[in-house]
């Protein structure tokens, strides 16, 4: 068990034959315990300190654990963030391929169904140049028979006329 200044001057020394001065043991004894006085409180305060340095070293070390794991868990949110932003652009690629494959497949559609309706139309329009070709040469043909010339040579006589009209509105009256 260490010495305490107490312990020091309390200490008493048994007397011999031609010791040590009294006076001179006393007053280095005094100086020993103001010493060693010191050193305790000097001891006590670096122990003091190095508690609140142990103290404010776990607080600080607690705060840098805290920060290592805030940025672990950012760093995994980030990245979970990025797989999803992944995922979701790999699922509108896909969304957007499928629309364009439809449009292109509906288009392509339509534009056999035009074409088809296209060569349709071409064949009514044949037919129908066809027939009204057909139609305007028998007329033609109708025009150019001397039945018309036949028509022209008939004369009636007005008076004729006149009286038969007579007839028919007196029939009618």
């Known amino acids: 068990m260490p010495l305490t200044p107490l312990d020091i001057h309390n200490k008493e020394f048994s007397k011999g ?3 040590y001065d009294e006076d001179e043991v006393n007053e280095f004894l005094d100086q020993v315990i103001k ?3 010191m050193i305790i409180r000097e001891k006590k305060e670096l ?3 190095l508690n609140d340095m142990n103290s404010r070293l ?3 070390t607690t705060i840098e654990e805290t920060l290592n794991k805030s940025i672990v868990i950012a760093q995994e949110a ?3 963030v990025k797989r999803n932003a992944q995922k979701e652009a790999k699922l509108i690629i896909k969304e957007a391929e499928k629309n364009a494959d439809r449009i292109i497949n509906e ?3 339509k534009a056999r169904k035009i074409a088809l309706e296209i060569e349709e139309l071409k064949k009514q329009s ?3 140049r066809n027939r009204f070709k057909m139609l305007i040469e028998a ?3 109708m025009l150019n028979n001397d039945d018309w010339d036949h028509l022209l040579e008939y004369e009636v006589d007005s008076t004729e006329l006149k009286s038969a009209l007579k007839e028919e509105e007196d029939s009618l009256a």
């Open 107 to 109: 288009s392509l559609s």
């Open 139 to 141: 007329q033609l043909d």
């Open 126 to 128: 044949k037919v129908f």
């Open 47 to 49: 122990e003091e300190k």
């Open 35 to 37: 010493d060693y006085e």
């Open 58 to 60: 776990g607080h600080f």
């Open 78 to 80: 980030g990245d979970e």
């Open 17 to 19: 034959f031609r010791g």
